[in-house]
């Protein structure tokens, strides 16, 4: 069974949200192990606030990157068909030939760092037309000032933000940029068995 998409319960923690978010994309909330759950709260919120809170600051690219990785392992270990892919710096982008574009294609999701007030990570599920489908989990029922940003409130398993591409690939720290090359990041999920591939159908293409 599939389950609406999170919200973030802090100002920090929608980095671990957003990871969540992908694996309950890709699985039925019964494939899901608790210990998938505990492990990625346990492996982010790692950056100190400026008074030396701990996770006040959210969670680190270090903490993304040990996480990419953690997950491959653990998808071999566990038997569920998880596998994921840790971009950086030049290869976050969308468009034509994109990583992250041919893995939503793919029915991949992609966790990535953009700017929204701060930097702040997102999940990506879609792209069609120039459009990209995406849930922030930063909660808003109202409409941003940039009137072609959608706000959508009746998709909760999928989506809830349709967003034109070009806002993505600014180098600057405006609303869903993702800023300078190199502070981008991205983490590209997959559930192999639902994973298109040019062997599974003639009608794939990047």
């Not at 998808?75 to 068909?81: A, H, K, N, V």
């Not at 976050?92 to 793919?106: E, I, K, Y």
């Not at 792209?127 to 990209?132: A, H, R, S």
């Not at 967003?163 to 999920?189: H, M, S, W």
Request: aromatic letters at 14%; one cysteine or more; hydrophobic letters at 35%.
């Amino acid at each position: 069974m599939k389950i609406p998409l999170h919200y973030q319960m802090s100002e920090y923690d929608c980095g671990p949200t957003a990871m969540l978010n992908g694996i309950s994309c890709l699985f039925e909330r019964e494939d899901i192990f608790p210990e998938l759950i505990r492990n990625i709260m346990l492996y982010s919120l790692d950056c100190y606030g400026s008074e030396g809170t701990p996770g006040k600051s959210g969670t680190s690219r270090a903490a993304m990157m040990f996480l990419s990785n953690w997950l491959n392992g653990f998808g071999e270990i566990r038997c569920l068909p998880l596998t994921s892919r840790y971009l950086s710096g030049k290869s976050v982008w969308l468009g034509s030939g994109s990583p992250v574009n041919d893995a939503l294609h793919r029915k991949g999701v992609a966790v990535v760092r953009l700017f929204y007030d701060e930097p702040h990570y997102v999940l990506l599920t879609g792209e069609k037309d120039g459009l990209v489908y995406m849930f922030d989990p930063y909660y808003r029922d109202h409409a941003f000032d940039q009137k072609d940003i959608q706000v959508i409130l009746d998709q909760p398993e999928k989506y809830n933000r349709i967003v034109p591409e070009r806002y993505f690939n600014r180098e600057d720290q405006e609303i869903y940029a993702l800023g300078p090359f190199e502070g981008r990041e991205a983490v590209l999920l997959f559930n192999e068995n639902t994973k298109i591939t040019e062997e599974k159908t003639i009608e794939y293409f990047i």
